[in-house]
Nanobody
Framework: QVHLVESGGGLVQAGGSLRLSCAAS????????MAWFRQASGKDREFVSA????????YYADSLKGRFTISRDNTKNTLYLQMNSLKPEDTAAYFC??????????????????????WGQGTQVTVSS
């Protein structure tokens, strides 16, 4: 059974930082792209960030560049999202995702939720003002 389990969410004041983790089990994702998405209450799920299997290329939502950093530790089969300078509008449930593919031929595929095959159940991030 493939499981992706997010952790690290919580309540933080505006301007603070959190680091989310996504631990994978049941399958190695060392050579597969992974990503983070988020969904705020009453809104659609939106792309946050993605990373290639080697970690040499990363993708970010334009509004998050410079504040969020995605990384992975393939020796631990774990994905991370470092979130700095958090804002109330960052409040959402954050989900990690993985694909069975080794890479996407088109960059836009990294941004598309329907390109991913495995999902965690989410971790809640709440940013207070």
């Amino acid at each position: 059974q493939v499981h992706l389990v997010e952790s690290g969410g919580g309540l933080v004041q505006a301007g603070g930082s959190l680091r989310l983790s996504c631990a994978a089990s049941g399958r190695s994702f060392i050579d597969h792209p992974m990503a983070w998405f988020r969904q705020a209450s009453g809104k659609d799920r939106e792309f946050v960030s993605a990373i290639t299997w080697s970690g040499d290329t990363t993708y970010y939502a334009d509004s998050l560049k410079g504040r969020f950093t995605i990384s992975r530790d393939n020796t631990k089969n774990t994905l991370y999202l470092q979130m700095n300078s958090l804002k109330p509008e960052d409040t959402a449930a954050y989900f990690c995702a993985a694909t069975v593919k080794h890479f996407f031929y088109e960059d836009r595929s990294y941004y598309a939720a329907n390109e991913y095959d495995f999902w965690g159940q989410g971790t809640q991030v709440t940013v207070s003002s």
